[in-house]
Nanobody, 125 residues
Framework: VQLQASGGGLAQAGGSLRLSCAAS????????MGWFRQAPGKEREFVAA????????DSGDSVKGRFTISRDNAKNTVYLQMNGLKPEDTALYYC???????????????????WGQGTQVTVSS
């Protein structure tokens, strides 16, 4: 499984960005997908996750109401729409894939076996 994240960049506080993660897999719908982020000197933090067919989503408390995860299984892509960006959202954002067939997508990094390379998001005040 190869994951390629894109869409990061520089945004102003209050602005929006949309991240994409394209997966090179035969059957994308086999995987729960997640987004995580890591800022310098901090631990990796759960951002959002989505179940294999998109019926269940979850998000971290710090992004609830601002970030939305979605997926398009026909395009083998998962998205993270980020609105109302804050300077504290600045981090390297990673997408990840979990192939364990759990009904509810996990918020634990250890549940995800496959990781993309990360895309940088920087929010200026």
């Amino acid at each position: 499984v190869q994951l390629q994240a894109s869409g990061g960049g520089l945004a102003q506080a209050g602005g929006s960005l949309r991240l994409s993660c394209a997966a090179s897999v035969r059957t994308f719908s086999m995987y729960n997908m997640g987004w995580f982020r890591q800022a310098p000197g901090k631990e990796r933090e759960f951002v959002a996750a989505i179940s294999r067919f998109g019926g269940t989503t979850d998000s971290g408390d710090s992004v609830k109401g601002r970030f939305t995860i979605s997926r398009d299984n026909a395009k083998n892509t998962v998205y993270l729409q980020m609105n109302g960006l804050k300077p504290e959202d600045t981090a390297l954002y990673y997408c990840a894939a979990d192939s364990t067939f759990t009904a509810r997508p996990s918020a634990r990094p250890s549940a995800y076996a496959y990781w993309g390379q990360g895309t940088q998001v920087t929010v200026s005040s």
